[in-house]
């Protein structure tokens, strides 16, 4: 439940829980290069506290990251700003955040972040959300009037003026329902429900210029291998095809490549390291190859680099904190450098020196011959 955003030149992978669901929320990250194949750590100096199930938008310049779930049972109704070029965090205001919550959605509008959804600390369902400006570090609420009920588990994409949000789970079961939000006049108009597809919960949405493609998910039959088309201009859903159409399956990842949706990951209900190809100009489907792919699994990232989908971490019977670039034209993988990433691991030994714990060995997979050195509040030298 780690998040993964591309800058335009290196994925920057951030937070999540470590290996094992051992209950450590982390607050460090990896900046990978595809070009070079090499990883770099995110700095921990004023770092947002560790956590999972945040989100995480890139605004041209800086990572964005807020809410999520931490220690204590706690959500959060703060994040930070990284900026990758001086490996630097600074906090996000709190005055005027909206609730704390995990679960959620969050969008780039190219000048404000707007977060919507997910559930509070006591796991209660919200309808809320807010407008957030990092260049002035300020908040603004989404307007309630017609906003979608409240949900979790649900997508959202953003158009170029709109925000749309579809399907997830609310106290009364899954939904079919969703909404547009125009952040200039602050109003919603509600989406059409007919022809849509069946109400779901972690389904995957992508936006492709022109519509929405939601594909996968849980529904009242599990997994379904079905998804919808949705144009928001005229307000219209149109069926995916289901012949040649992925395995079914809930929790993968889903890119947009500019002129295919290519799927990956997921539970059907194990792990998969299948994955599939859909055209939505021919509503035709073509598998990928596990050839060289990534090992199976689920809660993994995704993300689209220009011209590879770069997967990594996620967790099948363990967490792993490996991945693949996989290249669409050519249907091939490669795997990512193991050298310097961000490294899951338990019974482990720990040393405080004065200035710094020295962290060494343990156990993940197999015995680790590895370590770091921590500093709280201070750079490591």
């Known amino acids: 439940s780690h998040t993964a955003v591309w800058t335009g030149s290196v994925m920057i992978v951030w937070g999540g829980q470590d290996g094992d669901n051992t209950g450590v929320y982390l607050n460090a990250g990896g900046r990978y290069d595809p070009a070079t194949d090499t990883w770099t750590s995110t700095s921990r100096m004023n770092a947002p506290l560790g956590r999972r199930a945040h989100t995480a938008i890139w605004t041209g310049s800086r990572m964005v990251i807020w809410g999520g779930f931490g220690a204590e049972a706690a959500a959060f109704d703060s994040g930070g700003q990284y900026d990758p070029l001086t490996d630097s965090w600074i906090p996000t205001s709190t005055m005027g955040a909206p609730l704390a919550r995990s679960g959620h959605t969050a969008v780039w509008t190219g000048s404000r972040m707007i977060v919507w959804g997910g559930i509070d600390s006591l796991s209660k369902q919200l309808q809320t959300g807010g407008r957030y400006d990092p260049v002035s570090d300020t908040w603004t609420p989404t307007a309630t009037n017609k906003a979608p009920s409240p949900r979790r588990y649900h997508t ?3 158009t170029g003026s709109r925000m749309i949000v579809w399907g ?8 079919k329902t969703g909404s547009r939000y125009d952040p200039v006049s602050d109003k919603w108009s509600e989406t059409s429900a007919s022809n849509a597809p069946t109400a779901r919960r972690e389904h995957t949405a992508v936006w492709t210029g022109s519509v929405m493609i939601v594909w996968g998910g849980t529904d009242a039959t599990a997994n379904p291998t079905t998804g919808g088309r949705y144009d928001p201009v005229a ?8 012949m040649n159409a992925p395995l079914r399956r809930s929790r993968h990842t889903a890119v ?73 034209i050519s249907d091939s993988w490669t795997p990512t450098s193991t050298m310097n990433q961000p490294e899951p691991r338990k019974v482990h030994t720990a040393v405080w020196t004065g200035s710094l714990m020295i962290v060494w060995g343990g156990e993940f997979t197999a015995k680790l011959s590895s370590g770091g050195r921590y500093a709280s509040g201070a750079a490591c030298p």
């Open 156 to 158: 959202a994409v953003w």
């Open 168 to 175: 997830g789970l609310t106290s009364v079961g899954l939904l």
């Open 235 to 242: 307000d219209k859903w149109q069926p995916t095809s289901t």
């Open 256 to 328: 947009w490549s500019g002129s295919r949706m290519i799927i990956w990951g997921g539970d059907t209900p194990a792990g998969v390291n299948t994955g599939g190809r859909y055209d939505p100009v021919a509503d035709s489907w073509s598998l990928t190859t596990t050839t060289n792919a990534p090992s199976a699994r689920t809660r993994h990232t995704a993300i689209w680099s220009g011209s590879r989908m770069i997967v990594w971490g996620g967790q099948d019977i363990f967490t792993v904190n490996s991945g693949g670039r996989y290249d669409p």
